[in-house]
């Protein structure tokens, strides 16, 4: 009886090599890289029989790329992507999948030269990564199927390869038994996705190198363990070290004196080369020591603290197709953060990754190629996790990861996969790698008993849960009494948490300061490094970045698949500043004259780094110097600033001024990573206790009616003036400033919802306290549900009053949404002060009010031909209550088209707290400028967009928006959190936009500098 090849729950079959680490050597191999015939059938049965004779005529066959996915070469004609996170895109009925298998018939005629292959030597045929199962003949002859598409899969093709012309058959099914176990957060994209290569293995060739280099903290010394599968003797040659020795099969243990240990701070290489009779191998070799002691994971002896990301492979348009330049500068981007761990969820990388995090410093957690998460909404009935008929693929899959990348000093763990509950073929992968490598500990989120993993981690949890495991109390999420105490001698990770989807995520600084409460927790991973939006276009030809849904699937996860620090062509979100100033190892502080400085970096003192001050009144520097302060790794050094660090400058007209003292730490020389002169840190303070008044004192002229003096305002036009304002006398709306028309102010309650505003996987903090709740809150509406029941996002003014009261023009307006009883008295009160228009705002919300509200502010209406703006305030990105710790106070500048963000859906951005002066230019119109006044508690911050927030409301996607017809000028006196909710806690209270009264002053002016 045959075995479908389809079905079968089998690792793969043919001459499978041994797995084997990635090695770089001078043995012969060919590239099979590039075009190859191509022909697509939407199922098995339509895909011609004879494709993999030798003799068939493809000439009107396709050409495709390899690697790429067949989906991203021809969307539509050849299938299309699809996106979900957790269910499968097809009936759960373990192990057969739909007769609709789309299926790709790939071809590739090469030659092989005479002699290539010497004697002896084998022929194995190397699949970087297929998905999902792939069926291979070579010249005719079915040599094997490779299944498990992120892990290699190498073939004995000897017998079947010829010197001269040969023909590569490979069939791709999309789907198969092992999309079961395959079920990443991610896009399901077929296709022969990694390198094809065929190597010329020789006969007593160096087939398997293991050099395990430990490092001795305590003495400083280091040990080479070789482990050896080839020819012998083997000479092993390292200069650095004074190595030329030797080996044979005994392959002693080697002390090699002292070194210099590897670690993410310091990722010191060794060149190391092994070479027999017949092969040459280079490896780059970092000693360190990988322990765990009780509750502490140390490297060197040092306890670690990831400041980490998890990330997959994605380009934006050839999705899981290796991209080195794109990865050297996504990881350069990460060094420059602050990021030192990366989680490769949810498979193995490509190798080439690991050889950049050995040299560039991360701490890895390198994860296997598993994860059946569509088994939860079955209550894991069938999980593949607990069946013996699937152990072989597991353990295979675990195998191939470690042999493959054992060599590696960045990895420091090895995780068994994702989310797929928990079972017997988990724990027998422990159990093999346990044996197989005990110097690395073992990682696997959903062991929350910890039968059989040496870390406690943990996805998305609150803030209380934190501190409830760390005291061990709690039932640990996994509803095993005790579980918690029993964990407490290990340490602890967060796998996933900060949800960076769209504007967000709020909170970090909370976590941080609960790592820092309890040593257990090791720290953690955001969820994740880059957006996944396909690269797309309409049909007139505007470029968008598609998500879930997109493509007409069946089911699918919307925009669940755009949650990165980045967005899908690699622009960085202000999230990224802002987890790196949170987390910053180098931590900067000024109080009362004194700078204090802390390294908490796992190696090296802050020599490499240059500490310079700067002293600026109203945003412009006065005075500027230098520090001599140099920290140890874990020490705190401090300095008394210099009085003129201090000082208070005031200009010559005698006017007050707002000062602010900045602290920075800059690289004192170029680095891989960054360039002398990168700010590594900072530090801010406000050097006056108070802050100065900016609104004129008193008024200078009093409203009136229009005189119809000819200029189109007469009582006919229904206009009051007000200086050189206009207003309409009969809703007192402001209709322009001198030359310059403008629209509102109007009261605004809506913010186009964030992601994390609009989703509600965790809890709601509006419903029920977390102190209470210990971080759960409650099951409910999103708020941004909340919200709309409400009627924030249909508010509607009426007009109570018009009137001129003593110097002022004071409109009335009480703002209620149909159907709801509680509303919002807002009063208006105009002033003309010199040359100044001052705006007065008092909103007082009535009794009733069972929601937060996304904002509390104004919004105006300016014309389109606005292009840039300039502003004294918080900068230079957006930011919120929740995410404010990058946020300095200066002088910025920036188009407008540039404030805000283009997240893959349109949502609320480009907040900005705390606005001194805001000054918008463009051409042929007098530059507009707008103060605020400090008397208040907080000044009100301003958005700057082109579009209102009832427009970004409407749009799925950016394409989507209108073409601008003004610029909305908002600003608010609050603005709501952030926090995580989209997949992680919801907005703290202490952060929330409950209902209050708020008030606070802006003043307008024309053609003046900001």
Same mark, same amino acid.
């Not at 006056?688 to 008024?699: C, G, K, L, S």
């Not at 709601?764 to 919200?787: F, H, I, K, Q, V």
């Given at each position: 009886m045959s075995v479908d090849p389809i079905t079968a729950i089998h690792p793969g079959s043919g001459r499978r090599e041994r797995p084997r680490a990635h090695l770089d050597s001078d043995a012969p191999a060919l590239d099979l890289s590039g075009r190859?015939?191509?022909?697509?059938?939407?199922?098995?049965?339509?895909?011609?029989?004879?494709?993999?004779?030798?003799?068939?005529?493809?000439?009107?066959?396709?050409?495709?790329?390899?690697?790429?996915?067949?989906?991203?070469?021809?969307?539509?004609?050849?299938?299309?992507p699809s996106y979900t996170n957790v269910v499968y895109p097809f009936p759960v009925e373990p192990p057969n999948v739909p007769?609709?298998?789309?299926?790709?018939?790939?071809?590739?005629?090469?030659?092989?030269?005479?002699?290539?292959?010497?004697?002896? #030597?084998?022929?194995?045929?190397?699949?970087?990564?297929?998905?999902?199962?792939?069926?291979?003949?070579?010249?005719?002859?079915?040599?094997?199927?490779? @299944?498990?598409?992120?892990?290699?899969?190498?073939?004995?093709?000897?017998?079947?390869?010829?010197?001269?012309?040969?023909?590569?058959?490979?069939?791709?099914?999309?789907?198969?038994?092992?999309?079961?176990?395959?079920?990443?957060?991610?896009?399901?994209?077929?296709?022969?996705?990694?390198?094809?290569?065929?190597?010329?293995?020789?006969?007593?060739?160096?087939?398997?190198?293991?050099?395990?280099?430990?490092?001795?903290?305590?003495?400083? #010394?280091?040990?080479?363990?070789?482990?050896?599968?080839?020819?012998?003797?083997?000479?092993?040659?390292?200069?650095?070290?004074?190595?030329?020795?030797?080996?044979?099969?005994?392959?002693?243990?080697?002390?090699?004196?002292?070194?210099?240990?590897?670690? !993410?701070?310091?990722?010191?290489?060794?060149?190391?080369?092994?070479?027999?009779?017949?092969?040459?191998?280079?490896?780059?070799?970092?000693?360190?020591?990988?322990?765990?002691?009780?509750?502490?994971?140390?490297?060197?002896?040092? =306890?670690?603290?990831? *400041?980490? +990301?998890?990330?997959?492979?994605f380009h934006q348009e050839t999705g899981r197709v290796f991209n080195a330049e794109q990865t050297w500068q996504d990881l350069l981007t990460m060094k420059r953060h602050h990021l030192n761990a990366i989680r490769t969820s949810h498979y193995p990388p490509h190798p080439d990754l690991l050889a950049m995090t050995d040299e560039l410093g991360f701490w890895v957690i390198e994860e296997c190629d598993l994860e059946t998460h569509g088994f939860e909404l079955l209550g894991w009935t069938g999980n593949p996790s607990d069946d013996p008929a699937w152990r072989a693929c597991y353990l295979d899959r675990a195998e191939r990861m470690v042999e493959r990348d054992k060599n590696h000093p960045s990895i420091v763990s090895w995780s068994l996969g994702n989310e797929s509950g928990t079972g017997s073929n988990l724990a027998a992968m422990a159990a093999w790698i346990r =044996?197989?490598?005990?110097?690395?500990?073992?990682?696997?989120?959903?062991?929350? !008993?910890?039968?059989?993993?040496?870390?406690?981690? @943990?996805?998305?949890?609150?803030?209380?849960?934190?501190?409830?495991?760390?005291?061990?109390?709690?039932?640990?999420?996994?509803?095993?009494?005790?579980?918690?105490?029993?964990?407490?001698?290990?340490?602890?990770?967060?796998?996933?948490?900060?949800?960076?989807?769209?504007?967000?995520?709020?909170?970090?600084?909370?976590?941080?300061?609960?790592?820092? $409460?309890?040593?257990?927790?090791?720290?953690?991973?955001? /969820?994740?490094?880059?957006?996944?939006?396909?690269?797309?276009?309409?049909?007139?030809? =505007?470029?968008?970045?598609?998500?879930?849904?997109?493509?007409?699937?069946?089911?699918?996860?919307?925009s669940f698949v755009c949650d990165g620090m980045t967005l899908s062509d690699g622009t960085a979100t202000p999230m990224l500043a802002e987890f790196a100033a949170v987390v910053n190892p180098i931590k900067l502080a000024i109080d009362r004259g004194i700078v204090s400085l802390t390294n908490l970096r796992h190696a090296g003192s802050t020599s490499d780094l240059v500490i310079g001050w700067r002293l600026e009144a109203d945003g412009v520097a006065v005075a500027e110097g230098t520090l001599a302060i140099v920290a140890a790794v874990g020490e705190t050094v401090?300095?008394?600033?210099?009085?003129?660090?201090?000082?208070? +400058?005031?200009?010559?007209?005698? $006017?007050?001024?707002?000062?602010?003292?900045?602290?920075?730490?800059?690289?004192?020389?170029?680095?891989? /990573?960054?360039? !002398?002169?990168?700010?590594?840190?900072?530090?801010?303070?406000?050097?006056?206790?108070? @802050?100065?008044?900016?609104?004129?004192? *008193? !008024?200078?002229?009093?409203?009136?009616?229009?005189?119809?003096?000819?200029?189109?305002?007469?009582?006919?036009?229904?206009?009051?003036?007000?200086?050189?304002? *206009?207003?309409?006398?009969?809703?007192?709306?402001?209709?322009?400033?001198?030359?310059?028309?403008?629209?509102?102010?109007?009261?605004?309650?809506?913010?186009?919802?964030?992601?994390?505003?609009?989703? *509600?996987?965790f809890g709601s903090y509006e419903l029920a306290d977390p102190a209470?709740?210990?971080?759960?809150?409650?099951?409910?509406?999103?708020?941004?549900?909340?919200?709309?029941?409400?009627?924030?996002? =249909?508010?509607?003014?009426?007009?109570?009053?018009?009137?001129?009261?003593?110097?002022?023009?004071?409109?009335?307006?009480?703002?209620?949404?149909?159907?709801q009883a509680c509303a919002v008295e807002v009063e208006f009160a105009w002033r003309w002060s010199v040359d100044r228009l001052v705006l007065a705002v008092d909103a007082q919300p009535t009794t009733g009010w069972r929601t937060t509200w996304p904002r509390i502010g104004v919004h105006l209406t300016l014309p389109t031909e606005y292009r840039d703006a300039a502003w004294f305030g918080t900068g230079p990105n957006e930011n919120y209550p929740d995410s404010r710790a990058a946020a300095r106070v200066g002088r910025f500048r920036a188009a407008i088209d540039d404030l805000a963000v283009t997240y893959a859906v349109p949502q609320e951005t480009g907040h900005r707290a705390d606005l001194r002066t805001l000054s918008v230019t463009g051409p042929d119109l007098p530059g507009l400028t707008i103060r605020t006044d400090a008397s208040g508690r907080q000044r009100p911050g301003f958005t700057l967009a082109r579009h209102s927030a009832v427009e970004l409301t409407a749009a799925a996607h950016p394409h989507e928006l209108p073409a601008p017809t003004a610029t909305h000028l908002y600003l608010d006196a609050h603005q709501h959190g952030l926090g995580s909710r989209s997949c992680g806690p919801d907005v703290r209270p202490e952060h929330a936009l409950y209902p209050r009264a708020a008030a606070w002053t802006v003043s307008f002016g024309l053609a003046e500098a900001p």
């Amino acid at each position: 009886m045959s075995v479908d090849p389809i079905t079968a729950i089998h690792p793969g079959s043919g001459r499978r090599e041994r797995p084997r680490a990635h090695l770089d050597s001078d043995a012969p191999a060919l590239d099979l890289s590039g075009r190859w015939r191509f022909q697509f059938s939407a199922e098995p049965s339509l895909a011609p029989v004879d494709a993999h004779d030798p003799g068939l005529d493809d000439t009107g066959w396709d050409a495709i790329d390899v690697p790429s996915h067949w989906v991203l070469q021809r969307p539509g004609e050849w299938g299309s992507p699809s996106y979900t996170n957790v269910v499968y895109p097809f009936p759960v009925e373990p192990p057969n999948v739909p007769d609709a298998n789309p299926t790709g018939d790939y071809r590739l005629a090469f030659d092989v030269a005479e002699g290539w292959l010497a004697d002896g #030597a084998r022929a194995v045929l190397r699949f970087g990564g297929v998905e999902s199962v792939a069926i291979v003949h070579l010249n005719g002859v079915e040599v094997g199927v490779v @299944r498990g598409s992120r892990l290699p899969q190498e073939l004995d093709v000897t017998p079947e390869l010829v010197t001269g012309a040969n023909l590569l058959h490979v069939r791709v099914h999309q789907w198969s038994a092992m999309s079961y176990i395959e079920d990443q957060d991610q896009w399901w994209l077929p296709g022969i996705f990694r390198e094809v290569t065929l190597l010329a293995r020789p006969a007593g060739g160096l087939d398997d190198v293991w050099l395990s280099a430990d490092y001795d903290p305590a003495t400083g #010394a280091g040990t080479l363990r070789p482990e050896l599968r080839g020819g012998y003797p083997v000479r092993l040659a390292c200069a650095e070290l004074g190595l030329d020795l030797t080996l044979d099969e005994s392959c002693p243990e080697l002390l090699v004196g002292a070194v210099e240990p590897w670690s !993410a701070d310091r990722p010191r290489l060794y060149d190391v080369t092994l070479a027999n009779a017949v092969e040459t191998v280079q490896l780059r070799v970092g000693f360190r020591r990988v322990e765990i002691v009780g509750d502490a994971w140390l490297v060197n002896g040092r =306890r670690l603290r990831l *400041r980490g +990301v998890n990330r997959h492979e994605f380009h934006q348009e050839t999705g899981r197709v290796f991209n080195a330049e794109q990865t050297w500068q996504d990881l350069l981007t990460m060094k420059r953060h602050h990021l030192n761990a990366i989680r490769t969820s949810h498979y193995p990388p490509h190798p080439d990754l690991l050889a950049m995090t050995d040299e560039l410093g991360f701490w890895v957690i390198e994860e296997c190629d598993l994860e059946t998460h569509g088994f939860e909404l079955l209550g894991w009935t069938g999980n593949p996790s607990d069946d013996p008929a699937w152990r072989a693929c597991y353990l295979d899959r675990a195998e191939r990861m470690v042999e493959r990348d054992k060599n590696h000093p960045s990895i420091v763990s090895w995780s068994l996969g994702n989310e797929s509950g928990t079972g017997s073929n988990l724990a027998a992968m422990a159990a093999w790698i346990r =044996r197989r490598d005990p110097g690395r500990p073992i990682h696997y989120e959903g062991d929350h !008993a910890g039968a059989y993993t040496d870390l406690n981690s @943990r996805m998305y949890p609150p803030i209380e849960e934190l501190d409830d495991l760390a005291a061990g109390l709690g039932d640990n999420r996994s509803g095993v009494l005790g579980t918690a105490a029993r964990l407490l001698d290990r340490p602890m990770i967060l796998c996933e948490y900060l949800h960076a989807m769209g504007n967000g995520a709020g909170g970090i600084a909370d976590y941080e300061r609960t790592f820092d $409460a309890h040593p257990m927790i090791h720290g953690g991973f955001v /969820w994740e490094w880059r957006d996944h939006g396909l690269l797309s276009r309409t049909p007139d030809g =505007r470029a968008f970045h598609a998500y879930g849904g997109d493509f007409g699937e069946e089911l699918h996860d919307g925009s669940f698949v755009c949650d990165g620090m980045t967005l899908s062509d690699g622009t960085a979100t202000p999230m990224l500043a802002e987890f790196a100033a949170v987390v910053n190892p180098i931590k900067l502080a000024i109080d009362r004259g004194i700078v204090s400085l802390t390294n908490l970096r796992h190696a090296g003192s802050t020599s490499d780094l240059v500490i310079g001050w700067r002293l600026e009144a109203d945003g412009v520097a006065v005075a500027e110097g230098t520090l001599a302060i140099v920290a140890a790794v874990g020490e705190t050094v401090t300095v008394s600033l210099p009085q003129e660090a201090l000082a208070r +400058v005031a200009p010559a007209t005698g $006017a007050s001024v707002e000062h602010w003292l900045t602290v920075e730490a800059r690289l004192a020389q170029d680095t891989v /990573w960054a360039s !002398a002169g990168h700010v590594v840190s900072s530090a801010q303070v406000g050097v006056d206790a108070v @802050r100065p008044a900016t609104m004129p004192a *008193r !008024a200078t002229l009093r409203p009136r009616f229009g005189d119809g003096d000819g200029d189109g305002d007469g009582d006919g036009d229904g206009k009051i003036i007000l200086g050189e304002a *206009r207003f309409d006398a009969v809703t007192g709306t402001l209709s322009s400033l001198g030359p310059v028309p403008l629209g509102g102010p109007w009261l605004e309650l809506w913010r186009a919802p964030t992601e994390n505003d609009r989703l *509600r996987t965790f809890g709601s903090y509006e419903l029920a306290d977390p102190a209470a709740t210990r971080g759960l809150g409650l099951d409910g509406p999103s708020s941004a549900e909340r919200w709309r029941h409400a009627g924030l996002d =249909r508010l509607h003014p009426r007009v109570v009053s018009v009137g001129i009261e003593r110097d002022a023009l004071v409109v009335r307006h009480r703002v209620a949404a149909a159907g709801q009883a509680c509303a919002v008295e807002v009063e208006f009160a105009w002033r003309w002060s010199v040359d100044r228009l001052v705006l007065a705002v008092d909103a007082q919300p009535t009794t009733g009010w069972r929601t937060t509200w996304p904002r509390i502010g104004v919004h105006l209406t300016l014309p389109t031909e606005y292009r840039d703006a300039a502003w004294f305030g918080t900068g230079p990105n957006e930011n919120y209550p929740d995410s404010r710790a990058a946020a300095r106070v200066g002088r910025f500048r920036a188009a407008i088209d540039d404030l805000a963000v283009t997240y893959a859906v349109p949502q609320e951005t480009g907040h900005r707290a705390d606005l001194r002066t805001l000054s918008v230019t463009g051409p042929d119109l007098p530059g507009l400028t707008i103060r605020t006044d400090a008397s208040g508690r907080q000044r009100p911050g301003f958005t700057l967009a082109r579009h209102s927030a009832v427009e970004l409301t409407a749009a799925a996607h950016p394409h989507e928006l209108p073409a601008p017809t003004a610029t909305h000028l908002y600003l608010d006196a609050h603005q709501h959190g952030l926090g995580s909710r989209s997949c992680g806690p919801d907005v703290r209270p202490e952060h929330a936009l409950y209902p209050r009264a708020a008030a606070w002053t802006v003043s307008f002016g024309l053609a003046e500098a900001p």
